[in-house]
């Protein structure tokens, strides 16, 4: 089982005194960074000038650039998305002088060689489960989201002691901070998009979708049945799991996806995960999304306009506008 630390394991003085430098200011960046100012954390922003800049300034930050931030910085946090990091990294690690310790919310970059970080210093690691706008809200709440932490590289000895800082700074430490290393956080996020919360999920609503439309039944019908109340039913396992849900649905319900959904989601499904899972493991997706990143994303915006006008989402677009009327 994982280890999971609390803000009692925390030694705060580890950063006491150190300034903390967020390059960013998008989702992550912004809340996280608001989260480490209320918990009492010298802050600065590093980010080039423009809308981001000037929030951040209205938001009571210092805002300078992303190579004087890491200057300034002890603690050199990337809230930036995956694709940046390379090119981000390469104008500040000349400032990332030893003894300082480097931050990520997602793995993938040092994982996979984007980043080489020198030996002399730090490289740790929180990733909140949860999106920004949650991050700042369940702490302002007084509670938080859960963090996964992992130490890439430990130069000083106490690469740990700051990456819990960081997550207790956030809010991770009042509900529970999982240690795990990068190459998991990596592999089981990949995994987790591509089977089933991105990718697994959009294909089932289609499948689904598009089965009962060529069976000759109404659009409209299959999207509530196969898509809208999707909601539903995950706010049901989100609060109280898997057999929350079967409590909560009809029996026939309950009867049909116990007995039946196996034969859906059946051993050839699962066959096709551990597939991706050595997929994944191997780096070949790890070069594969590099590759897409530096072609300018040809490929993503090839299936971007292919699917944005598809079917289900024409008739999803209207539906949801009638539900808006229906609220006014």
Known sequence: MAKIYYDKDVKLDVL??????VIGYGSQGRHQALNMKDSGFDVI?????????DDARKDGFEVVSAVDAAKKGDLIILTVPDELHESIYNEIKSNITEGKALGVCHGFSILYGLINPPENIDVVMIAPKAPGPTVRSTYVGGSGVPSAIAVYQDYTGKALQ???AWGHAIGSGRVGIIETTFAEEVETDLFGEITVLCG???EL???GFETLVDAGYQPEIA???CCNELKLIVDLIYNGGLENMWYSVSNTAEYGGRIYGKEI???SVKENMRDMID?????RYGRDVILEQRTNMNQLKRYRELEKDELIEVVGKKLRGMMKRGKE
Request: a positive charge; glycine letters at 14%.
């Open 16 to 21: 006491k005194g150190k300034k903390i430098a």
């Open 45 to 53: 922003i590093g980010q080039r000038e423009g809308k981001s800049a």
């Open 162 to 164: 700051k990456a819990l």
């Open 200 to 202: 697994g999920v959009a």
């Open 205 to 207: 609503i289609k499948a």
């Open 223 to 225: 999207y509530f049945e």
């Open 265 to 267: 989601i059946d051993d």
């Open 279 to 283: 997929f994944i493991r191997s780096g």
